[in-house]
């Protein structure tokens, strides 16, 4: 049990390294974001957009990376159970981020759209979808509450599969659709993009919440391969007093 | 025996067990009448011929939906008398045949109702459809497709979960929302004539394809899975 306590020497130290890393580049992130020139037609309120772009980024990368995690839990499950548990405790960590971020998107959208747009929800495709796409989640999420221990893992597993589908949908859905939202900043048409001023408060702000979020991944799946351990601890101390318990009833009825 | 016999065998078994019984059919269209109901008292739709048009599609998406929710819990809850579904897990027939069987029955029982339900709309709802209503003959069976193969996955996934009624709803109406939009946006296309429904149609047909496979494929590894 001692290692539940103790987090090891070298992983401690690199948390440690990674953590103070995050925040020096949040730190700079943030000073370049609140430093860059003033946009011409929204003022300062544009600088949500630094908070936005990342967080909504990312948020489409997450459920990647439990859509993998689910896929491996259920190949590994009737091969290796160590491993499988190891995928589902990460499938865990990236779905409750993929929640978060997808909570600050929906936030710092409808604050960019209440200044942009003059109102705080449309429902067009890119909303929509994106709503959807939280909503599945937080599905996800309520489904590990409520299974039967024992078959939380599986359940979610499978559910995770079905909502990965609405991610490639919501990330097209400025492509395919004329919406309110606006079309591709990058990787979009010929006048997509924007002016290279804001280049550095863009990159230092994704690159800081990607560290950030990597963090927080990490410290989730370690948390949840403890409670794992300890469950498991658990389930084997019934079972032994169970057994325990049945030769003395035997040892009784012999009698 | 070859896997649409097993099928057929599933199938026939759950025709025949709801033909004794009725529990879910008779649960259902009660059901979806009362939501008609409610919706009239609500929008009370005979005043307003245009919002009637524009709104019944809707309605009719959300009856169904909403109504086939209440057979889904218990299309499984019957399998779990005598401890059959231990038994189908134990039996060398692929698994995904009983999910096929099975999704194919609760199909069925929901178009009966919408069979029930869509005079009943028209009476109501003094409804006169502008566009092309052949293309409903499409537009239902595809959609209740979409949500009843999902539904019927969902339900034998929160079959053994705590609250299993409150669950499926949970579970199921996020990722039932595309095919519930295509349904809606379908019908009232052709209700309104204002637009042609065949970019619906198509979302239905890819929601079908994609989710039927994934259910497919999925069913063997969660029936399995204890």
């Not at chain 2, 739709?45 to 599609?57: D, H």
């Not at chain 2, 399998?79 to 029955?105: I, Q, T, Y």
């Given at each position: 049990m001692t290692d539940t306590h103790k987090s090891s020497g070298f992983a401690g130290i690199l948390g440690r390294t990674w953590l103070v890393l995050t925040f020096a580049v949040m730190a700079y992130g943030f000073y370049v974001a609140m430093t860059a020139p003033t946009e011409a037609t929204m003022g300062n309120l544009y600088r949500v957009f630094f908070y936005h772009f990342p967080h909504t980024i990312l948020s489409f990368v997450f459920p990647y990376l439990n859509l993998g995690a689910s896929l491996l839990y259920l190949y590994w499950r009737p091969r290796n159970i160590e491993r499988a548990n190891a995928a589902d405790a990460f499938a865990v960590a990236s779905a409750e981020l993929t929640v978060l971020y997808a909570s600050v998107g929906l936030a710092t959208g409808m604050l960019w759209g209440r200044a942009a747009w003059g109102i705080w929800w449309t429902w067009d495709a890119r909303l929509t979808t994106y709503l959807l796409l939280w909503l599945s989640y937080v599905s996800y999420l309520l489904v590990r509450r409520f299974a039967a221990p024992g078959q939380t893992a599986i359940i979610s597993a499978a559910l995770a599969v079905f909502a990965a589908a609405d991610i490639p949908i919501c990330y097209m859905s400025i492509r395919w659709w004329r919406t309110q939202h606006p079309a591709p900043v990058f990787g979009g048409g010929a006048d997509s993009g924007i002016d290279p001023s804001m280049y550095a408060a863009v990159l230092w702000n994704l690159a800081a919440w990607a560290m950030w979020g990597a963090l927080i991944l990490g410290v989730r799946y370690v948390v949840e391969r403890r409670r794992q351990r300890i469950a498991a601890a658990r389930a084997l101390g019934y079972l032994e007093s169970d057994l325990a318990t049945g030769t003395h009833f035997h040892q009784e009825a012999g009698r | 025996m070859s896997y649409s016999r097993i099928v057929w065998a599933h199938l026939r078994k759950d025709l025949r067990l709801e033909w004794r019984t009725k529990d879910s059919l008779n649960g259902m269209l009660f059901f979806a009448l009362l939501v008609v109901?409610?919706?009239?008292?609500?929008?009370?739709?005979?005043?307003?011929?245009?919002?009637?048009?524009?709104?019944?599609?809707?309605?009719?998406?959300?009856?169904?939906?909403?109504?086939?929710?209440?057979?889904?819990?218990?299309?499984?809850?019957?399998?779990?008398?005598?401890?059959?579904?231990?038994?189908?897990?134990?039996?060398?027939?692929?698994?995904?045949?009983?999910?096929?069987?099975?999704?194919?029955?609760?199909?069925?029982?929901?178009?009966?109702?919408?069979?029930?339900?869509?005079?009943?709309?028209?009476?109501?709802?003094?409804?006169?459809?502008?566009?092309?209503?052949?293309?409903?003959?499409?537009?239902?069976?595809?959609?209740?497709?979409?949500?009843?193969?999902?539904?019927?996955?969902?339900?034998?996934?929160?079959?053994?979960?705590?609250?299993?009624?409150?669950?499926?709803?949970?579970?199921?109406?996020?990722?039932?929302?595309?095919?519930?939009?295509?349904?809606?946006?379908?019908?009232?296309?052709?209700?309104?004539?204002?637009?042609?429904?065949?970019?619906?149609?198509?979302?239905?047909?890819?929601?079908?394809?994609?989710?039927?496979?994934?259910?497919?494929?999925?069913?063997?590894?969660?029936?399995?899975?204890?």
């Open positions: - | 109901v409610v919706f009239a008292m609500a929008f009370d739709p005979t005043s307003y011929p245009t919002i009637a048009r524009q709104i019944s599609g809707g309605l009719l998406g959300v009856a169904v939906l909403f109504s086939a929710m209440t057979a889904l819990n218990q299309s499984w809850a019957r399998e779990l008398n005598n401890h059959v579904l231990d038994a189908h897990r134990l039996s060398p027939a692929p698994a995904s045949a009983l999910f096929v069987g099975k999704a194919l029955a609760n199909f069925l029982f929901v178009m009966l109702v919408e069979l029930v339900l869509a005079p009943v709309f028209t009476l109501f709802y003094n409804l006169h459809p502008l566009g092309e209503t052949w293309k409903l003959l499409i537009i239902l069976p595809l959609g209740t497709w979409a949500l009843v193969v999902n539904g019927t996955f969902f339900a034998v996934l929160s079959l053994r979960t705590r609250n299993r009624e409150s669950l499926l709803p949970l579970v199921l109406l996020p990722i039932s929302m595309p095919a519930l939009l295509g349904l809606i946006q379908a019908t009232t296309a052709v209700l309104t004539g204002q637009f042609e429904p065949t970019l619906w149609i198509k979302v239905l047909v890819a929601y079908a394809v994609v989710f039927t496979t994934v259910c497919v494929l999925l069913f063997d590894t969660v029936l399995g899975g204890d």
